[in-house]
């Protein structure tokens, strides 16, 4: 005959058999979301290392010189003189350390400063006598492949 001392042990077996295998499912739906996660970061960083690699080769210096020399009417490039290049001193100072200006911006909204209201009148007159410029219109391009890279990583 049964002992309720012994159901109650049943009962506690089987809670406890239900509970592990619960844990055990959770553990196992985790370990499979860590591996996609794991696979997804893999991808990212191979998709990162691809995109270098089509950096480093659209960059490539004879690449980019043969395109100037293609596109040299359109873009009017000139190589950077040396003096064009400045060091970090001789930027201008950071916009915190600017001096405010005297005028304020309800006397700019208002015109009352007569300062503001000759440069309003210059700019005025320097839009009447400036004609009306044309719209660019872009030069034909060639047909041939010019930007065809070949490694022979690749096949076509």
């Known amino acids: 005959m049964l002992r309720s001392f012994d159901l109650v042990l049943i009962g506690a077996m089987t809670a406890t ?3 592990t295998y619960s844990i055990k499912h959770r553990a196992e739906l985790k370990l499979e979301e860590v ?7 893999k991808l ?5 290392d691809l995109l270098k690699a089509d950096w ?4 490539q210096p004879n690449r980019l010189q043969r395109l100037i020399k293609v596109y040299q009417d359109e873009l009017d490039l ?4 040396p003096t064009q290049l400045a060091m970090p001193k001789e930027l201008p100072m950071p916009k915190s350390q600017l001096p405010q200006p005297e005028t304020t911006i309800e006397k700019l909204i208002a015109g009352s400063d007569p300062a503001v209201a000759a440069a309003i009148a210059g700019v005025d ?7 009306a410029a044309p719209v660019p219109v872009p030069k034909p391009r060639g047909t041939a492949g010019i930007d065809v890279i070949s490694t022979g990583a690749v096949n076509d």
């Open 44 to 48: 990212e960083y191979d998709t990162i």
């Open 35 to 41: 591996h996609r996660l794991e696979q997804e970061i």
């Open 125 to 131: 007159a320097a839009k009447a006598k400036r004609p």
């Open 17 to 19: 058999a239900v509970v």
């Open 78 to 81: 000139q190589p950077t003189a």
């Open 56 to 59: 480093a080769l659209l960059t």
